[in-house]
């Protein structure tokens, strides 16, 4: 009796398959729910990468720009220092050692202890795959002028043309099978791009903490000679502040004004290109238009004995 039931409602299904599916859809939600509630309930375990922690690693220490004198860079012929020769690769290789290994591994193949954590991971040399800027001798070459932007390969314009291209031409020798050569045209758009044929200048630096120092100190004794000259411009009981009183509509901002150039302070005509130049931005007004030459020596002669 039982057989012969189920017999039927198998029939039944197959003639209508819709049916089964409604038959079918409580269980599969039930399915779904319990997939669902474990999912939340080890959300953290699901979500967490496991990533190693760095090993070695000792805390960040920041440090202030060192001293250093401006120098310039001499002009580099690219057709020549294209060619790789034993000098060049020597001292690739010991820039690659000191300042690209810890990243890209001594091997090249991007799993260097400093590649811990590190996304996109630091580039596989020994891989064709994604170069940014291939991997011709000018395109390395861009790359360590210019970095790859969201990623942890900076700039290295620290190094001096010749030093990336000696890099460049250990990375290509050491790593890379078979690299594709530069023609013509792409070590001339190099040339172009950087001038390094005309070579370039590097300014000097200094620790950040002494160019505040000096900006500070410098911008002080501005400050307190225009302190000391109104000192001495309201202690004249003399008819001598008249003149400049007459022609300032804000005596701080003029005196400020001129105690922070010495360009006026060249002779009379300085004094008045200077403000007349900047009039009414520089605390003076426009009766200085209507000074005359009497007037103009008697404001110069008292401005230079005040500043």
């Not at 001499?74 to 290789?93: Q, R, S």
């Not at 594709?180 to 300014?203: H, V």
């Not at 309201?234 to 004004?257: E, G, Q």
Request: glycine letters at 8%; aromatic letters at 8%.
């Amino acid at each position: 009796m039982i057989k012969e039931y189920l017999k039927e409602q198998i029939e039944k299904l197959k003639e209508n398959p819709g049916t089964a599916f409604g038959l079918l859809y409580p269980f599969v939600l039930v399915i779904i729910l319990v997939i669902g509630f474990y999912y939340l309930s080890n959300e953290a375990n699901v979500a967490q990468q496991n990533i190693p922690p760095a090993v070695g690693l000792k805390k960040a220490v920041v440090e202030d720009l060192t001293i250093q004198q401006p120098k310039k860079i001499p002009p580099i012929d690219v057709y020549t220092i294209a060619k790789p020769t034993p000098e060049l690769i020597a001292i690739g290789k010991k820039i690659f050692t000191t300042t690209c290994a810890a990243c890209h591994g001594e091997d090249g193949a991007g799993a260097g202890p400093g590649a811990v954590g590190l996304n996109p991971a630091p580039r596989n040399f020994t891989s064709n795959e994604g170069w940014i800027n291939g991997q011709t001798l000018s395109g390395i070459f861009t790359t360590l002028t210019d970095g790859i932007p969201n990623s942890g390969m900076i700039a290295y314009d620290f190094l001096t043309p010749k030093e990336r291209f000696a890099l460049a031409h250990y990375i290509r020798k050491e790593f890379i099978s078979n690299p594709p050569k530069d023609d013509e045209f792409d070590l001339m758009g190099l040339d172009a791009l950087y001038n390094l044929s005309e070579g370039m200048d590097i300014p000097g630096q200094i620790p950040v903490k002494s160019a505040m120092k000096l900006i500070i100190d410098e911008n002080s004794s501005k400050v307190q000679k225009a302190k000391n000259a109104l000192n001495k411009i309201m202690k004249d009981r003399t008819a001598r502040p008249v003149l400049l009183n007459k022609v300032t509509d804000d005596l701080n901002l003029a005196i400020s004004a001129l105690a922070n150039s010495n360009k006026w302070k060249a002779n009379k005509e300085s004094l008045e290109s200077f403000l007349t130049l900047n009039v009414n931005q520089n605390g003076f007004n426009g009766e200085i238009f209507n000074l005359s030459q009497s007037e103009w020596d008697l404001l110069y002669n008292y401005l230079n004995g005040l500043l």
